[in-house]
């Protein structure tokens, strides 16, 4: 009976063991937290208006990425021009124009073979007097990004790496499917995609989740083992905290955001991000509300990712 008992101690103490786990975060100093927060309270700032497709909030953003891009000493393709990619939506005779910002780093042992970190700009915009920033949906992600990009400077990556910041997702992805139609380097070429979107918020019990293409056995195998070594909590496969209102709304995580237009070429991907929380898509999805230490774990964890990939042929 004792040895009952103590078994349903453990199980009822175990799960709030490893839940308060979770808020102990540490960082590893693997990425520039300061140049981070910076890019990212800027694009979340409230001269973007909320970064809406087709905006000169989105222009600004545009303009931003132009720039940093620049400072990365990325290239340009010859299809994107000073890294703009141009394209109609939903469809290539459509009246609707979104603009990419592609650039791309050349590697050092396949460098006709890519990698493609994506994470898309737009957000929501104003609607009367409210703004709506997209701090964590989607400024996170591209500041994540360049952070990335700035870390691939000082190592050689054995891949080439394409920097896609992704105009439209807030419409229905549109940005990652023109990239798709037309990519710079053809479908065969493209060998991952390291999708990031909302990677600030990790809510109450501070989670970060990674949720790998189907059948991809070796990229489970990495989350794992990132897990192992990462600051934060990172969970396999994306779910629901079911904590608030939105985040009772079922999600279909692998349609969810830009690696759903990869995953559709059969391209494996990695997507990171977290759950969805109560400021998703309001006015309150400010930079204001983000834990500083869990947004540079998150990013640190997503470089681990990263590193995992670009380590090994594909």
């Known amino acids: 009976m004792i040895k009952l008992l103590l078994a349903f101690v453990l199980l009822l ?62 290239q340009a393709f010859a299809t994107a021009p000073n890294y703009l990619q141009s394209f109609h939506f939903p469809q290539d005779d459509s009246e609707k124009v979104g ?82 139609r037309h990519p710079p380097v053809a479908h065969s070429q493209i060998k991952f995609n390291l999708n990031l979107d909302m990677l600030a918020e990790g809510g109450p019990r501070k989670r970060l989740f990674a949720t790998a293409s189907r059948q991809a056995d070796e990229l489970n195998q990495k989350i794992k083992d990132v897990a192992s070594m990462a600051g934060l909590c990172l969970i396999k496969g994306h779910r629901s905290d079911r904590l608030g209102q939105t985040s009772l709304t079922q999600v279909d995580w692998r349609k969810a955001s830009d690696h759903s237009a990869f995953g559709r070429h059969d391209i494996p991907y990695i997507f990171v991000g977290v759950d969805i929380h109560d400021r998703y898509h309001t006015p309150k999805d400010s930079a204001d509300f983000v834990d500083q230490r869990f947004y540079t774990a998150a990013v640190e964890t997503a470089w681990l990712l990263l590193k995992s990939i670009n380590q090994e042929a594909l």
Not at 32 to 48: E, G, H, I, P, R
């Open 99 to 180: 603009v990419n910002v592609v650039g791309w780093l050349k590697g050092t042992r396949f460098a006709d073979e890519f990698i493609v970190i994506s994470a898309h700009f737009d957000h929501l915009g104003a609607q009367g007097k409210q703004v709506y920033l997209g701090a964590d949906d989607n400024a996170s992600g591209v500041a994540a990004m360049l952070a990335l990009g700035k870390n691939l400077q000082a190592v050689s990556s054995i891949y080439s790496i394409i920097f896609l910041a992704t105009d439209a997702e807030e419409l229905g992805l549109q940005g990652a499917k023109a990239f798709m």
């Open 13 to 74: 103490v175990t799960p709030l063991c490893m839940a308060k786990s979770c808020r102990d975060i540490s960082l590893q100093h693997s990425v520039d937290a300061k140049s981070l927060w910076q890019d990212f309270t800027y694009l979340a700032s409230v001269n973007m208006q909320g970064r809406k497709s087709g905006s000169a909030g989105a222009q600004l953003a545009r303009e931003f990425l132009q720039q940093r891009f620049t400072e990365l000493n990325l």
